[in-house]
């Protein structure tokens, strides 16, 4: 069973920066390389807001445009581990962040993305306070 | 971006009674649609997906159908566990979005 596991809460100041990670396990090394890893948050009482997503294996990064100039995902295959880092950090950041891998599947020596979100970490509190 | 757009935002229902919450997508999305249900403190839960498939381990009151646009997640049976707040989700085109929820809370 794919467990995601988030890095702790944090607490930053107004301009500065968050460095999020996910180490995923319960999965083999192909299946963390070929499917998208996503960022999701949730403001305090708010709804959910995708930031992105990473494909571990091409490296290949999606961003919303809302996002795409603060926003950076990057993985690292041998360590199974994502990250989210959010720049220029403003109070609007203070949310909950979760990591978020797709559903897919290998058969065949093919592997077929299926998109919506199966597995999500616990979740990681960024704080934005001067 | 394409806009998902749930109803009602709050339910107010008791245990045993059927609950229905719609989504509607601004252009097509096909059946590109998911939904999960998310308690207090805790990370979403997938519970459907492709607009009608029910996720592996998900009870059997859940349900999803499509008509057009428009999304429906119907809960046959309401029970203690499942006063929480539920989100559909197109995954047809990036950036994937979401509905802004829909809370159901004991009458």
């Known amino acids: 069973q794919v467990q995601l596991l988030q890095s702790g809460a944090e607490v930053k100041k107004p301009g500065s920066s968050v460095k999020v990670s996910c180490k995923a396990s319960?999965?083999?090394?192909?299946?963390?390389?070929?499917?998208?890893i996503n960022w999701v948050r949730q403001a305090p009482g708010q709804g959910l807001e995708w930031m992105g997503n990473?494909?571990?294996?091409?490296?290949?990064?999606n961003y919303p445009q809302r996002f795409v100039d603060r926003v950076t995902i990057t993985a690292d295959e041998f360590t199974r581990t994502a990250y989210m880092q959010l720049n220029s950090l403003t109070f609007d950041d203070t949310a909950v962040y979760y990591c978020?891998?797709?559903?897919?599947?290998?058969?065949?020596?093919?592997?077929?993305?299926?998109?919506?979100?199966?597995?999500w970490g616990q979740g990681t509190p960024v704080t934005v306070a001067s | 971006d394409i806009q998902m757009t749930q109803s009602p935002s709050t339910l107010s229902a008791s245990v045993g009674d059927r609950v229905t919450i719609t989504c509607r997508a601004s252009?097509?999305?096909?059946?590109?649609l998911a939904w999960y249900q998310q308690r207090p403190g805790e990370a979403p839960k997938l519970l459907i997906y492709?607009?009608?498939t029910l996720q592996s381990g998900v009870s059997s009151r859940f349900s999803g159908s499509q008509s057009g646009t428009d999304f429906t997640l119907t809960i046959s049976s309401l029970q203690p566990d499942d006063f929480a707040t539920y989100y559909c989700?197109?995954?047809?085109?990036?950036?994937?979005?979401f509905g802004q929820g829909t809370r159901v809370e004991i009458k």
């Open positions: 978020a891998r797709e559903a897919g599947f290998c058969s065949g020596g093919s592997c077929y993305s299926q998109e919506y979100l199966q597995h």
């Open positions: 319960g999965d083999t090394f192909t299946n963390f390389r070929t499917f998208s």
């Open positions: 990473i494909f571990p294996g091409s490296g290949r990064a």
């Open positions: 252009q097509n999305i096909y059946s590109w």
């Open positions: 492709k607009a009608s």
């Open positions: 989700q197109q995954y047809n085109s990036h950036p994937w979005t």
